[in-house]
């Protein structure tokens, strides 16, 4: 399960338990088959940082599978995300998100006019995470990776998770954590994670990876 350099975390490896290979019940489906399950990623808009102006824009196979898949085929992000192969590869796993439930949504991080980075905004709570650990309603989940080796190693994975996590909390007002769990040895995402305000909880044995299940709560937990 993925995750670069300065870039932060995951996705999945083929491993039979990817975000959208949990199965829901056929109720479940139904009674939320006109729901928008994350708020509405494609509406959530700019936000300034640190760094520049940032925005979420969803994925589009047409337009953004070639860049995606050198993104994968990078060493760097490969060893993490496991995606590496032919464009067929990073389709299937694109479009397994784009024609689900709604559960994940992948999107590619544009800074400044520049599409830079890969992210996955997906429902923790709904997915195979909630097997290994405990989840709450709306939960959140992040997955990113930095596309260029260029943009790594400069703090930008730590200022956009903390935008992220900012824009999530904002825009989705039923949530009240946003989750990641990072690989633990993947030491430049764990410290990108710390820096934008989430707290390390526990580690997590997930399938292909042992994780680092980080936390980013609305309210601050003073007891941590």
């Avoid at 709904?126 to 709306?138: I, K, Q, V, Y």
Wanted: aromatic share 6%; charged share 25%; hydrophobic share 40%.
């Amino acid at each position: 399960m993925p995750s670069t350099d300065t870039s932060a975390d995951t996705a999945t490896p083929e491993d039979g338990e990817a975000t959208l290979h949990l199965r829901l019940p056929a109720e479940f489906v139904a009674l939320f088959a006109t729901a928008d399950l994350l708020d509405d990623v494609s509406g959530w808009g700019p936000t300034r940082t640190p760094v520049g102006l940032f925005e979420l824009v969803p994925a589009r196979l047409q337009d953004d599978l070639l860049l995606i898949h050198r993104w994968m085929n990078d060493p760097a992000v490969a060893a993490f995300w496991e995606l590496a192969g032919p464009p067929d590869r990073t389709e299937a796993h694109l479009r397994a998100q784009l024609d689900g439930d709604g559960r994940s949504v992948p999107c590619l991080g544009v800074l400044d006019s520049v599409p830079m980075s890969y992210w996955e905004i997906y429902r923790a709570d709904l997915d195979p995470l909630a097997r290994h650990c405990p989840t709450r309603p709306h939960d959140t989940g992040i997955h990113l990776l930095i596309g260029e080796a260029a943009d790594r190693g400069r703090g930008l994975g730590s200022a956009l998770l903390k935008a992220v996590a900012d824009l999530v909390l904002d825009r989705r007002p039923a949530c009240a954590r946003v989750v990641a769990e990072p690989d633990l040895r993947n030491t430049a995402s764990l410290t990108a994670f710390l820096r934008a305000g989430f707290r390390f909880t526990s580690e997590v044995d997930l399938p292909g990876k042992r994780a680092a299940l980080m936390l980013r709560d609305r309210v601050p937990n003073r007891l941590k």
